[in-house]
């Protein structure tokens, strides 16, 4: 079953900004990955400035070439 969800970020131009995660959003997955790889504010603002995810990944940028039609691997994140 996928458990969608959404990822709110307070940018720094005081907005919140939020992104929907279409794959397991429960906190054990994505509460854990945000936890570990997207601590700072930085790094959570550069999470959202992608736009949608598909699966959140340690990574936010999306393999070169990626597409949902042409997935690839799942390395980091895969951008809808």
Known sequence: ???????????????FRTVYCHLHGEPTWNGRILHTHYATGQQAEALVEHG????????????????????GRCDGLLRT
């Open 1 to 15: 079953m996928t458990v969608s969800s959404t990822i709110s970020v307070f940018c720094r131009d005081g907005v």
């Open 52 to 71: 949608d995810i598909r699966c959140l990944g340690p990574r936010c940028d999306k393999p070169a070439g990626h597409t949902l039609q042409n997935r």
